[in-house]
T-cell receptor, first 111, second 115 residues
Framework: DQQVKQNSPSLSVQEGRISILNCDYT??????FLWYKKYPAEGPTFLIS?????DKNEDGRFTVFLNKSAKHLSLHIVPSQPGDSAVYFC??????????FGTGTRLKVLA | EPEVTQTPSHQVTQMGQEVILRCVPI?????FYWYRQILGQKVEFLVS????????KSEIFDDQFSVERPDGSNFTLKIRSTKLEDSAMYFC?????????????FGSGTRLTVV
């Protein structure tokens, strides 16, 4: 039951360039979407959210785009920094706030 | 910055033994959650808890699992009789009502190893 999919297990990007992390979902009832960053041996850290009434949300270097018709969201990090190297999870929920997580994408930002 | 605290950071237990994983959520948060991540797999929802009762649970959260908020500050996950496949990182999380905007705040996890 893969309701939330991150099809790229890993991504490498040069420092200063844009990182684009993608996430697809299958459940049209999902209304809320989150991105988390996770370092080894730590819990996930909340990055940015978006609800289905918006198609874009920006917070500093992080922007999340939502395409409801395609059931697709993406996280853009500009400019990428070596400290951004981590595993990134997208998560989605309906109105109950039970979030379903994707499998994660490991981002490596090369100095 | 307020944080969610989990103890212990690592627990090793014999198969069939009971374990209790402890969490101290952020003090003004009202919703509490347990998630787990088996090594190399995705973060999976176990249970959510609000107003002193379970509000939602996954199919993973069977009769071997229980949660409790014994004293108004701690939030515990008990596994009655551990199995090898219970080995995972267990994350506690808490949220204000508007989890949709701010998400959860996760603790740093307890690594449970069942041998």
């Amino acid at each position: 039951d893969q309701q939330v999919k991150q099809n790229s297990p890993s991504l490498s990007v040069q420092e200063g360039r844009i990182s684009i992390l993608n996430c697809d979902y299958t459940n049209s009832m999902f209304d809320y979407f989150l991105w988390y960053k996770k370092y080894p041996a730590e819990g996930p850290t909340f990055l940015i959210s978006i609800s289905s009434i918006k198609d874009k949300n920006e917070d500093g270097r992080f922007t999340v785009f939502l395409n409801k018709s395609a059931k697709h969201l993406s996280l853009h990090i500009v400019p990428s920094q070596p400290g951004d190297s981590a595993v990134y999870f997208c998560a989605a929920s309906g109105k109950t706030y039970k979030y379903i997580f994707g499998t994660g994408t490991r981002l490596k930002v090369l100095a | 910055e307020p944080e969610v605290t989990q103890t212990p950071s690592h627990q090793v237990t014999q198969m069939g033994q009971e374990v209790i994983l402890r969490c101290v959520p952020i003090s003004n948060h009202l919703y509490f959650y347990w998630y787990r991540q088996i090594l190399g797999q995705k973060v999976e929802f176990l249970v959510s808890f609000y107003n002193n009762e379970i509000s939602e649970k996954s199919e993973i959260f069977d009769d071997q699992f229980s949660v409790e908020r014994p004293d108004g500050s701690n939030f515990t996950l008990k596994i009655r009789s551990t199995k090898l496949e219970d080995s995972a990182m267990y994350f506690c999380a808490s949220s204000e009502e508007s989890a949709a905007v701010y998400g959860y705040t996760f603790g740093s996890g307890t690594r449970l190893t069942v041998v």
